[in-house]
Protein backbone atom coordinates (compact mmCIF):
# COMPACT_ATOMS: atom_id res chain seq x y z
CA UNK A 1 0.00 0.00 0.00
CA UNK A 2 1.37 3.49 -1.20
CA UNK A 3 0.42 6.04 1.77
CA UNK A 4 0.15 9.37 -0.95
CA UNK A 5 0.04 12.94 1.39
CA UNK A 6 -2.11 15.35 0.19
CA UNK A 7 -3.43 18.01 3.09
CA UNK A 8 -2.18 19.66 5.99
CA UNK A 9 -3.57 17.04 8.17
CA UNK A 10 -1.47 14.68 6.31
CA UNK A 11 1.30 16.46 6.49
CA UNK A 12 1.51 17.06 9.79
CA UNK A 13 0.97 13.54 10.55
CA UNK A 14 3.81 12.63 8.18
CA UNK A 15 6.23 15.27 10.46
CA UNK A 16 5.12 14.41 13.42
CA UNK A 17 6.14 10.86 12.78
CA UNK A 18 2.84 8.94 12.01
CA UNK A 19 4.25 6.89 9.62
CA UNK A 20 6.74 5.59 11.78
CA UNK A 21 4.27 5.13 14.56
CA UNK A 22 2.33 2.40 12.25
CA UNK A 23 5.33 0.91 11.60
CA UNK A 24 6.54 0.57 14.82
CA UNK A 25 2.63 -0.39 15.98
CA UNK A 26 3.44 -3.15 12.79
CA UNK A 27 6.47 -4.93 13.64
CA UNK A 28 6.30 -4.62 17.51
CA UNK A 29 2.37 -5.18 18.81
CA UNK A 30 1.85 -8.33 19.89
CA UNK A 31 -1.80 -9.54 20.21
CA UNK A 32 -3.40 -11.23 23.47
CA UNK A 33 -5.86 -13.70 22.52
CA UNK A 34 -8.11 -11.98 24.27
CA UNK A 35 -7.23 -8.36 22.67
CA UNK A 36 -10.54 -6.70 21.02
CA UNK A 37 -9.70 -4.37 17.82
CA UNK A 38 -11.26 -1.90 16.88
CA UNK A 39 -10.65 -1.18 13.40
CA UNK A 40 -12.49 1.57 11.51
CA UNK A 41 -11.49 4.27 8.59
CA UNK A 42 -11.57 7.80 10.29
CA UNK A 43 -14.78 9.74 10.86
CA UNK A 44 -16.71 6.82 10.46
CA UNK A 45 -18.03 6.01 13.84
CA UNK A 46 -14.94 5.19 15.72
CA UNK A 47 -15.48 6.89 19.18
CA UNK A 48 -19.19 5.64 19.10
CA UNK A 49 -17.36 2.12 18.90
CA UNK A 50 -15.32 2.69 21.36
CA UNK A 51 -17.93 3.81 23.97
CA UNK A 52 -20.02 0.77 23.07
CA UNK A 53 -17.41 -1.82 23.27
CA UNK A 54 -15.78 -1.14 25.99
CA UNK A 55 -19.59 -0.93 28.14
CA UNK A 56 -20.63 -4.31 26.73
CA UNK A 57 -17.30 -5.67 27.83
CA UNK A 58 -17.33 -4.17 31.33
CA UNK A 59 -20.65 -3.99 32.27
CA UNK A 60 -20.28 -6.59 35.14
CA UNK A 61 -17.17 -4.48 36.66
CA UNK A 62 -19.28 -1.50 36.93
CA UNK A 63 -22.76 -0.17 37.35
CA UNK A 64 -23.90 2.07 34.10
CA UNK A 65 -24.27 4.92 36.14
CA UNK A 66 -20.27 4.88 37.51
CA UNK A 67 -18.89 3.86 33.96
CA UNK A 68 -15.46 5.30 33.84
CA UNK A 69 -16.93 6.60 30.54
CA UNK A 70 -18.31 9.53 32.96
CA UNK A 71 -14.52 10.30 33.81
CA UNK A 72 -12.61 9.43 31.31
CA UNK A 73 -12.45 9.85 27.76
CA UNK A 74 -13.12 7.54 25.28
CA UNK A 75 -9.46 7.64 23.57
CA UNK A 76 -8.15 7.17 26.99
CA UNK A 77 -9.81 4.40 27.78
CA UNK A 78 -9.48 2.90 23.90
CA UNK A 79 -6.60 4.55 22.74
CA UNK A 80 -5.33 4.38 19.37
CA UNK A 81 -2.62 2.05 18.48
CA UNK A 82 -0.89 4.03 15.75
CA UNK A 83 -1.85 7.43 16.62
CA UNK A 84 -1.85 7.04 20.59
CA UNK A 85 0.34 3.88 21.83
CA UNK A 86 2.95 4.01 19.10
CA UNK A 87 2.96 7.79 18.32
CA UNK A 88 6.51 8.14 19.92
CA UNK A 89 7.01 4.78 21.09
CA UNK A 90 8.41 1.55 19.48
CA UNK A 91 7.23 -0.41 21.79
CA UNK A 92 5.14 1.51 24.68
CA UNK A 93 4.44 0.07 27.72
CA UNK A 94 1.01 -2.04 27.76
CA UNK A 95 0.72 -3.12 31.37
CA UNK A 96 -1.72 -1.01 32.89
CA UNK A 97 -4.06 -2.25 30.45
CA UNK A 98 -5.68 -4.82 31.56
CA UNK A 99 -7.08 -7.97 29.75
CA UNK A 100 -9.48 -8.37 27.72
CA UNK A 101 -8.02 -5.00 26.16
CA UNK A 102 -9.42 -2.73 23.79
CA UNK A 103 -7.36 -0.65 21.47
CA UNK A 104 -8.29 0.91 17.64
CA UNK A 105 -6.51 1.77 14.66
CA UNK A 106 -7.41 2.88 11.37
CA UNK A 107 -4.61 0.57 9.79
CA UNK A 108 -6.09 -1.09 6.74
CA UNK A 109 -6.38 -4.90 6.80
CA UNK A 110 -3.07 -5.48 5.00
CA UNK A 111 -1.29 -3.20 7.42
CA UNK A 112 -2.18 -5.63 11.10
CA UNK A 113 0.47 -6.56 12.35
CA UNK A 114 1.05 -10.74 12.20
CA UNK A 115 0.08 -10.95 15.43
CA UNK A 116 -3.79 -9.44 15.69
CA UNK A 117 -4.41 -11.53 11.93
CA UNK A 118 -2.50 -14.88 13.49
CA UNK A 119 -4.12 -14.81 17.12
CA UNK A 120 -7.39 -15.60 18.38
CA UNK A 121 -8.11 -11.68 19.19
CA UNK A 122 -11.44 -10.50 18.24
CA UNK A 123 -11.56 -7.41 15.84
CA UNK A 124 -14.70 -5.17 14.92
CA UNK A 125 -15.26 -2.92 12.24
CA UNK A 126 -17.70 -0.54 11.60
CA UNK A 127 -17.90 1.60 8.10
CA UNK A 128 -20.04 4.41 7.31
CA UNK A 129 -21.65 5.86 4.08
CA UNK A 130 -18.21 7.39 1.86
CA UNK A 131 -20.35 10.64 1.52
CA UNK A 132 -21.08 11.07 5.15
CA UNK A 133 -17.42 9.76 6.06
CA UNK A 134 -15.84 12.82 3.21
CA UNK A 135 -17.65 15.66 5.00
CA UNK A 136 -17.09 14.30 8.53
CA UNK A 137 -13.06 14.25 8.31
CA UNK A 138 -13.28 17.73 5.85
CA UNK A 139 -15.33 19.06 8.96
CA UNK A 140 -12.77 17.82 11.46
CA UNK A 141 -9.83 18.62 10.17
CA UNK A 142 -10.90 22.24 9.89
CA UNK A 143 -12.13 21.90 13.68
CA UNK A 144 -8.81 20.99 14.98
CA UNK A 145 -7.08 23.16 12.70
CA UNK A 146 -8.99 26.25 13.75
CA UNK A 147 -9.54 27.18 10.70
CA UNK A 148 -12.51 27.81 8.05
CA UNK A 149 -12.76 24.03 6.27
CA UNK A 150 -10.63 23.65 3.07
CA UNK A 151 -11.54 24.35 -0.70
CA UNK A 152 -14.12 21.80 -0.68
CA UNK A 153 -14.23 20.47 -4.78
CA UNK A 154 -10.42 19.94 -4.00
CA UNK A 155 -11.04 17.74 -0.84
CA UNK A 156 -13.82 16.05 -2.62
CA UNK A 157 -11.41 15.20 -6.07
CA UNK A 158 -8.73 13.67 -3.44
CA UNK A 159 -11.61 11.88 -1.75
CA UNK A 160 -12.93 10.55 -5.67
CA UNK A 161 -8.87 9.50 -6.35
CA UNK A 162 -8.51 7.94 -3.21
CA UNK A 163 -6.06 10.05 -2.01
CA UNK A 164 -5.98 9.46 1.92
CA UNK A 165 -3.62 8.58 4.28
CA UNK A 166 -5.16 5.28 4.84
CA UNK A 167 -5.82 5.11 1.35
CA UNK A 168 -9.29 4.94 -0.55
CA UNK A 169 -12.31 4.05 1.38
CA UNK A 170 -13.85 1.64 -0.52
CA UNK A 171 -10.31 -0.51 -0.72
CA UNK A 172 -10.19 -0.23 3.31
CA UNK A 173 -13.96 -1.22 3.60
CA UNK A 174 -13.66 -4.09 1.09
CA UNK A 175 -10.74 -5.78 2.75
CA UNK A 176 -12.78 -6.06 6.34
CA UNK A 177 -15.40 -7.16 5.04
CA UNK A 178 -13.89 -10.07 2.57
CA UNK A 179 -12.32 -10.81 5.49
CA UNK A 180 -15.58 -10.83 8.35
CA UNK A 181 -17.14 -13.24 5.28
CA UNK A 182 -13.93 -15.31 5.45
CA UNK A 183 -13.53 -15.93 9.23
CA UNK A 184 -16.80 -14.57 11.13
CA UNK A 185 -15.87 -15.97 14.22
CA UNK A 186 -13.02 -13.46 13.97
CA UNK A 187 -13.99 -10.18 12.30
CA UNK A 188 -17.49 -8.54 13.19
CA UNK A 189 -18.51 -6.00 10.45
CA UNK A 190 -20.71 -3.05 11.28
CA UNK A 191 -22.58 0.13 9.43
CA UNK A 192 -22.51 3.16 11.54
CA UNK A 193 -26.18 3.30 9.71
CA UNK A 194 -27.13 0.36 11.13
CA UNK A 195 -26.49 1.30 14.20
CA UNK A 196 -28.23 4.31 13.65
CA UNK A 197 -31.12 2.32 12.67
CA UNK A 198 -31.65 -0.13 15.28
CA UNK A 199 -28.96 -0.20 18.01
CA UNK A 200 -30.68 -2.43 20.34
CA UNK A 201 -29.71 -4.83 17.56
CA UNK A 202 -26.79 -4.23 17.11
CA UNK A 203 -25.51 -3.96 21.15
CA UNK A 204 -27.12 -7.38 20.93
CA UNK A 205 -24.93 -8.75 18.53
CA UNK A 206 -21.83 -7.49 19.52
CA UNK A 207 -22.19 -8.48 22.53
CA UNK A 208 -22.84 -12.53 21.01
CA UNK A 209 -19.71 -11.53 19.10
CA UNK A 210 -17.38 -10.40 21.93
CA UNK A 211 -18.32 -13.51 23.76
CA UNK A 212 -20.23 -11.82 26.85
CA UNK A 213 -24.19 -11.81 25.80
CA UNK A 214 -26.52 -10.27 27.10
CA UNK A 215 -28.48 -12.74 29.52
CA UNK A 216 -32.75 -13.02 29.33
CA UNK A 217 -32.69 -11.57 33.17
CA UNK A 218 -30.32 -8.12 31.81
CA UNK A 219 -32.15 -7.77 28.67
CA UNK A 220 -35.70 -7.76 31.07
CA UNK A 221 -33.75 -5.26 33.14
CA UNK A 222 -33.53 -2.41 30.40
CA UNK A 223 -29.73 -2.98 30.30
CA UNK A 224 -29.14 -2.97 26.09
CA UNK A 225 -31.39 0.49 26.63
CA UNK A 226 -28.81 1.53 29.50
CA UNK A 227 -26.34 0.81 27.02
CA UNK A 228 -27.45 2.70 24.20
CA UNK A 229 -28.16 5.84 26.26
CA UNK A 230 -25.10 5.77 28.08
CA UNK A 231 -23.22 5.44 24.53
CA UNK A 232 -25.64 7.98 22.57
CA UNK A 233 -24.18 10.85 21.07
CA UNK A 234 -26.05 13.40 23.57
CA UNK A 235 -24.86 11.74 26.49
CA UNK A 236 -21.45 11.84 25.80
CA UNK A 237 -21.32 15.02 23.83
CA UNK A 238 -22.47 16.42 26.90
CA UNK A 239 -20.16 14.85 29.57
CA UNK A 240 -17.83 17.43 30.87
CA UNK A 241 -14.91 14.95 29.96
CA UNK A 242 -15.35 15.53 26.51
CA UNK A 243 -16.14 19.00 26.71
CA UNK A 244 -12.73 19.65 28.53
CA UNK A 245 -10.72 16.46 27.31
CA UNK A 246 -8.25 15.61 24.73
CA UNK A 247 -7.55 12.61 23.15
CA UNK A 248 -5.09 10.30 24.50
CA UNK A 249 -1.97 11.58 22.71
CA UNK A 250 -2.65 13.65 19.73
CA UNK A 251 -3.82 16.33 21.81
CA UNK A 252 -7.61 17.08 19.85
CA UNK A 253 -10.16 18.36 21.93
CA UNK A 254 -12.01 15.24 22.58
CA UNK A 255 -15.46 17.62 21.65
CA UNK A 256 -14.15 17.27 18.49
CA UNK A 257 -15.05 13.58 17.80
CA UNK A 258 -18.78 14.38 18.44
CA UNK A 259 -19.98 16.94 15.84
CA UNK A 260 -23.31 16.26 14.67
CA UNK A 261 -24.02 12.17 14.38
CA UNK A 262 -26.46 12.21 12.00
CA UNK A 263 -27.09 9.95 8.32
CA UNK A 264 -27.32 12.13 4.89
CA UNK A 265 -25.33 15.18 6.25
CA UNK A 266 -23.41 14.95 3.38
CA UNK A 267 -26.60 16.75 1.45
CA UNK A 268 -26.15 20.01 3.16
CA UNK A 269 -22.46 20.22 1.15
CA UNK A 270 -22.23 18.15 -1.95
CA UNK A 271 -23.70 18.85 -4.86
CA UNK A 272 -26.06 16.21 -6.53
CA UNK A 273 -23.32 15.53 -9.55
CA UNK A 274 -20.47 15.47 -6.60
CA UNK A 275 -23.12 13.13 -4.70
CA UNK A 276 -23.69 11.30 -7.83
CA UNK A 277 -19.79 10.81 -8.73
CA UNK A 278 -18.73 9.55 -5.54
CA UNK A 279 -22.05 6.96 -5.31
CA UNK A 280 -20.62 5.80 -8.66
CA UNK A 281 -17.12 5.48 -7.85
CA UNK A 282 -18.20 3.40 -4.62
CA UNK A 283 -20.82 1.30 -6.98
CA UNK A 284 -17.97 0.14 -8.88
CA UNK A 285 -15.60 -0.72 -6.73
CA UNK A 286 -17.83 -2.39 -4.50
CA UNK A 287 -19.90 -4.06 -6.77
CA UNK A 288 -21.25 -7.05 -5.12
CA UNK A 289 -20.51 -6.60 -1.77
CA UNK A 290 -21.21 -4.14 0.78
CA UNK A 291 -22.46 -1.45 -1.92
CA UNK A 292 -26.02 -1.61 -1.03
CA UNK A 293 -26.22 -0.34 2.10
CA UNK A 294 -23.05 1.66 1.98
P1 LIG B 1 -20.21 13.69 12.14
O1 LIG B 1 -19.01 14.53 11.86
O2 LIG B 1 -20.97 13.35 10.89
O3 LIG B 1 -21.08 14.26 13.18
P2 LIG B 1 -14.92 8.92 14.53
O4 LIG B 1 -15.35 8.63 15.92
O5 LIG B 1 -14.56 7.72 13.74
O6 LIG B 1 -13.89 9.98 14.52
O7 LIG B 1 -16.21 9.48 13.77
C1 LIG B 1 -16.76 10.73 14.14
C2 LIG B 1 -18.17 10.78 13.61
O8 LIG B 1 -18.98 9.91 14.41
C3 LIG B 1 -18.74 12.17 13.76
O9 LIG B 1 -19.69 12.29 12.70
C4 LIG B 1 -19.38 12.09 15.12
O10 LIG B 1 -20.34 13.09 15.36
C5 LIG B 1 -19.98 10.69 15.07
N1 LIG B 1 -20.22 10.14 16.41
C6 LIG B 1 -19.37 10.13 17.47
N2 LIG B 1 -19.96 9.57 18.54
C7 LIG B 1 -21.21 9.23 18.15
C8 LIG B 1 -22.32 8.61 18.82
N3 LIG B 1 -22.27 8.26 20.10
N4 LIG B 1 -23.45 8.40 18.11
C9 LIG B 1 -23.53 8.77 16.80
N5 LIG B 1 -22.52 9.35 16.13
C10 LIG B 1 -21.37 9.58 16.79
Same mark, same amino acid.
Given at each position: ?31 ? @? ?19 ? !? ?15 ? =? ?30 ? !? ?51 ? !? ?24 ? @? ?36 ? =? ?20 ? =? ?20 VGDWKNYLTPSMSERLEKIIEEKLAGSVTKSL
Amino acid at each position: MVFIFMNIMDLLWVQGTCINAVISFQKHFQAQ @ESDVILATYPKSGTTWLKALT !FTIMNRSRFELQNSPLH =TTTLHQLVPFLEFDLYLNHQSPNLECFSAPRI !FATHVPHALLPGSILNSSCRIVYVCRNPLDQFISEWLFIARTQDKEPSDLAEA !FERACNGIQFFGPIWEHALCYWKASI @EQPDKIFFLKYEDLKEDIASCINRLADFLGCPLSEEEV =TQGVVEEISKLCSFDYIKNLEV =TKTGRAYANGVKNSHYLRKGEVGDWKNYLTPSMSERLEKIIEEKLAGSVTKSL
